[in-house]
């Protein structure tokens, strides 16, 4: 397919027949069925079309993934190649994934119900640009020598763990999995991926795509299936040397205890979120505030981790700002996927379109109101849409304001000074982000600093690019995507400590 043009389908059928996507795991260069030859349908949370059967993998199938990982790790192929090799294959890998835009960017919007627009502006060229940054940090990153005497040279270097399990989300299918592969392949790790049930599409597709680009067979393994079985067998491994886990907080800690009772294998977490978003009567452009706060819980059909799902406004302007942002919700409504002027999208499937339509009965029922919008939308489409959100009269401690709901409701919660702002931001069990907006600089440190989050933007929402690092404090879990700091992660430092005399 072409890479310049906006991919169009007539319904998901048509995208599906037009695709023909493959379903079957990646192992060792092939694609192969799961070993119990079981599969699950593929449902688009679009209009309910089964897109395609997708292979149950089970803790037979990870075992074969791993050793074939183990295998060729321990063969150097990759984990020793030189900088320059592992460099120009990555590099290869970014562009082949330019080359078929198109085609990821629909499998990407049938598979998981989001815009078009945004799988082919962001999450596509955002993965490619994930992987192209780590291909071009590993001639960038050196080893290090200690300053001992000079009768020794004690030599500090990184040496790859060896096996990764990656277990990504369904929220950004591509953009998760690029951020665990870029750095783990770069330092020269084997990896295993596990995408999300609900979205296993391009994960699929892109393993053939990086062994075209001269990736060896079994570096890549991919081993679809549910969480309670394949996801659950990489965390049970003993050959699996870490797990990188983007997910709930749920999840996360099942990760944790499968390490503790396997062979205690690194964990790194990137969990839920609660992101508080303050806003403060002194901001001059309240309007510039209001679009922010929209787009920053709305995008994605709020299906993001880090989403501004707590509006902490000033009671002054508590009112006049919820209004301006529901005149910002009231532009961004569900529409068909295939448009490319469409802003909003479906659910990820019927599961999590009944527990967000839950979550907003729950805040009904606590006394929260409703301010805009709280219903289902486009039923007759048969597919998973709810439109944009927002309560006020939220309490802090409403179920609304402290379960992350991973969809498109925003709790507004009123506070008459900073210091009540800053306590209520940090009265959650999460930390992954934070928000400000202020034009008082000093208010603007002290705040930021005060806030309990691994990322905090001021007089701005969800900036950053691959150069920063991203990931949570609290039970928002630990590790870093993103940058230069995630390669550390997936190595392990080693003392070589030579005398000389």
């Given at each position: 397919m072409s890479a310049t043009a906006i991919p169009t389908a007539s319904s998901v059928a048509d995208a599906a027949e037009r695709l023909q996507p493959e379903g079957r795991a990646f192992i060792d260069g092939q694609y192969v069925n799961a070993l119990s030859g079981d599969t699950f349908d593929c449902v688009s949370p679009i209009d309910g079309t089964v897109i395609t059967q997708i292979a149950a993998c089970d803790t037979?199938?990870?075992?074969?993934?791993?050793?074939?990982?183990?295998?060729?790790?321990?063969?150097?192929?990759?984990?020793?190649?030189?900088?320059?090799?592992?460099?120009?294959?990555?590099?290869?890998?970014?562009?082949?994934?330019?080359?078929?835009?198109?085609?990821?960017a629909l499998l990407e919007t049938i598979d998981m119900g989001k815009p078009i627009s945004d799988s082919r502006k962001i999450d596509v060229?955002?993965?490619?640009?994930?992987?192209?940054?780590?291909?071009?940090?590993?001639?960038?990153?050196?080893?290090?020598?200690?300053?001992?005497?000079?009768?020794?040279?004690?030599?500090?270097?990184?040496?790859?763990?060896?096996?990764?399990?990656?277990?990504?989300?369904?929220?950004f299918p591509l953009m998760m999995a690029s951020w665990k592969l870029?750095?783990?392949?770069?330092?020269?790790?084997?990896?295993?991926?596990?995408?999300?049930?609900?979205?296993?599409?391009?994960?699929?597709?892109?393993a053939q795509l990086a062994v075209d680009a001269g990736l060896p067979a079994g570096v890549r393994q991919v081993v679809p299936g549910m969480g309670e079985t394949a996801?659950?067998?990489?965390?049970?491994?003993?050959?699996?040397?870490?797990?990188?886990?983007?997910?709930?907080?749920?999840?996360?800690?099942?990760?944790?205890?499968?390490?503790?009772?396997?062979?205690?294998?690194?964990?790194?977490?990137?969990?839920?979120?609660?992101?508080?978003?303050?806003?403060?009567?002194?901001?001059?452009?309240?309007?510039?505030?209001?679009?922010?706060?929209?787009?920053?819980i709305f995008f994605n059909q709020g299906e993001v981790c880090n989403a501004g799902s707590r509006l902490l406004v000033h009671e002054d302007i508590r009112d006049d700002f919820i209004a301006r942002v529901a005149k910002v919700a009231a532009g961004i409504q569900p529409g068909n996927p295939f448009d490319a002027k469409t802003k909003m999208g479906a659910m990820v499937?019927?599961?999590?379109?009944?527990?967000?339509?839950?979550?907003?009965?729950?805040?009904?029922?606590?006394?929260?109101?409703?301010?805009?919008?709280?219903?289902?939308?486009?039923?007759?489409?048969?597919?998973?849409?709810?439109?944009?959100?927002?309560?006020?009269?939220?309490?802090?401690?409403?179920?609304?304001?402290?379960?992350?709901?991973?969809?498109?409701?925003?709790?507004?919660?009123?506070?008459?000074?900073?210091?009540?702002?800053?306590?209520?931001?940090?009265?959650?069990?999460?930390?992954?982000?934070?928000?400000?907006?202020?034009?008082?600089?000093?208010?603007?440190?002290?705040?930021?600093?005060?806030?309990?989050?691994?990322?905090?933007w001021v007089n701005c929402f969800d900036a950053g690019d691959i150069t920063t690092p991203f990931g949570g404090f609290k039970q928002s879990g630990f590790g870093r995507d993103k940058s230069l700091h995630a390669m550390e992660k997936y190595t392990d430092l080693k003392l070589i400590w030579l005398q000389l005399d």
């Open positions: 037979a199938d990870v075992d074969r993934a791993v050793a074939g990982a183990r295998a060729v790790f321990n063969s150097g192929v990759w984990s020793n190649a030189a900088p320059a090799r592992r460099k120009s294959v990555l590099k290869k890998f970014a562009e082949l994934m330019l080359e078929n835009a198109d085609e990821l060229p955002g993965a490619a640009k994930c992987i192209n940054f780590y291909a071009e940090a590993i001639d960038k990153v050196s080893d290090e020598i200690a300053p001992t005497d000079p009768s020794a040279v004690a030599m500090v270097v990184r040496e790859p763990l060896g096996v990764i399990g990656a277990v990504v989300p369904w929220n870029g750095p783990a392949l770069a330092t020269g790790n084997s990896v295993v991926l596990k995408p999300a049930e609900q979205s296993s599409l391009t994960a699929i597709r892109i996801g659950q067998a990489i965390g049970l491994h003993m050959d699996v040397d870490m797990v990188a886990f983007t997910g709930s907080t749920e999840v996360g800690k099942y990760f944790m205890k499968y390490s503790g009772e396997s062979n205690l294998k690194r964990v790194s977490l990137e969990c839920g979120g609660k992101t508080p978003h303050i806003i403060l009567p002194d901001y001059p452009d309240l309007d510039k505030a209001a679009e922010a706060v929209a787009w920053g499937d019927t599961t999590q379109m009944e527990r967000v339509l839950g979550y907003i009965e729950a805040g009904k029922s606590e006394g929260a109101s409703v301010a805009f919008g709280g219903n289902r939308v486009m039923a007759e489409t048969g597919g998973c849409f709810i439109e944009p959100t927002i309560f006020s009269d939220v309490k802090n401690d409403m179920k609304i304001a402290q379960e992350e709901i991973f969809g498109p409701v925003l709790s507004a919660i009123s506070f008459s000074d900073v210091e009540e702002a800053v306590e209520i931001a940090n009265d959650t069990i999460y930390g992954l982000a934070g928000a400000l907006w202020t034009r008082d600089v000093s208010t603007a440190h002290k705040v930021a600093r005060q806030i309990k989050a691994g990322v905090v």
